[in-house]
């Protein structure tokens, strides 16, 4: 286990939850949904969430529907557990969704 990432305690994630609405702990995965008008749209915000996720050096799984796209994160270097690491990619994935036309 990585020294420097703990998983949270439920405490830590509710807290972190409140400011990621749309956001939500599923088993052991930080998760959200996104809708679109345009299955182009979506199949973009992939593109800029890789971006993003190797710039971060952490990769959620990414699935791309006709008009959605489900982000579900965690951290593979613990066990798989939510850490500070998934919060922060789901930040920056939050942070470009409205241009992209998210919901
Ligand atoms: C070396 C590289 O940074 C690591 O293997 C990264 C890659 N992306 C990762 N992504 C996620 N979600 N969890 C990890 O532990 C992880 N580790």
């Given amino acids: 286990m990585n020294a420097q990432v703990a998983p949270l305690d439920d405490a830590e994630i ?3 939850l409140i400011e990621l609405p749309g956001w939500t ?8 949904r996104y809708r ?4 182009f749209q979506a ?9 993003i996720q190797e710039e971060l050096g952490h990769h ?3 699935t791309l ?3 959605h796209l489900g982000v579900s994160v965690n951290t593979h270097s613990v066990g798989g557990r939510v850490t ?3 919060f922060g990619l789901a930040r920056r994935v939050e942070e ?8």
């Fill in 14 to 16: 509710a807290d972190r």
């Fill in 25 to 32: 702990v599923e088993g052991d995965h930080l998760h959200r």
């Fill in 36 to 39: 679109f008008d345009r299955h």
């Fill in 43 to 51: 199949a973009a915000m992939v593109v800029h969430i890789s971006q």
């Fill in 60 to 62: 959620a799984e990414l």
């Fill in 65 to 67: 529907g006709y008009n």
């Fill in 84 to 86: 500070h690491l998934d």
């Fill in 96 to 103: 470009i969704a409205a241009a992209h036309g998210a919901r």
